[in-house]
């Protein structure tokens, strides 16, 4: 009788093996695929927030200083997301935050500044509760009359920082317009005469004229050409979601406590204290 060698046994083991190395190679690439897909986000998340404000005279100041720059940095004190806090020129503030280099402005919002960056939107961006509130106005002498009738710009100078897009918020109805360097110059053109009026904000207008010298601006604080909240406005990631979630705790404290109208001081006007949540204009979802 001949013997029977188990020839299917011993041949389907190199096949087992190179099956066996096979899905270990796929799992090993499918895994590299993954990781390679995920990083981005990972890297993302491990990085410091990068908070970037710009200079805005009496409230925040190019080297840092001022009651804006205090508030944010009691702010950010108060929460868990490592984050670095920057003062920069706005073009540089304004142009890194478009580009995601910067991952959070302030003081912005997402309704006024869309149209600076169309690209940005409710399903990218995020922001925060409130802090304050900005009112636009034309700007006189003290002891003038307020001008609060855009049409009476008519034939006049009208001087303005050159940083402003004065063009969104001013009809054409004939005036002269006259740039300044500063919102201090701007200030300045008016009170030697060189200009009727000036574009100017609320409470910016009230402490610049205070520490400059010059009174109380007239305005007419009740109605104002445009008004807008200010925020910590943010790219949507893992990192900003939860910093805002954070932030926004802070800041509903320091409003109830006076911290944020302490720091902001007299003129500042703080949302849900001194003008009622509903100024807060939020954006559609897109």
Known sequence: ???RTNMSTSACVPRRRDATRTWFLWCMLSLI???WLVLPVVAQDAEPVMVIGFPKEGRMEQDGSGPYPDLVRAILAEVDTPTTWVVSPVMRSTRLFSEGGARCLVPAALVPWQNKFPHLTTKNTVESEPIDYITAHIVT???TAPITDLRDLAGKRIGYWV???VDRFLPDVGYTK???QSEESNIRMLMSGRVDAIFNWNPDAYILFERMGYGEPSLDPDDPIFGSTAHFW???T???EAFIKQADKVIREMREDGRIKNILGKHSLVVGADVPMTVW??????
């Open 1 to 3: 009788m001949m013997r």
């Open 33 to 35: 695929s993954c990781w």
């Open 141 to 143: 002498k003290p002891g």
């Open 163 to 165: 940083g402003a897009s």
């Open 178 to 180: 006259v740039t300044a």
């Open 234 to 236: 943010c790219h949507r």
């Open 238 to 240: 893992r990192a900003t």
């Open 281 to 286: 204009r939020q954006a559609p979802e897109q």
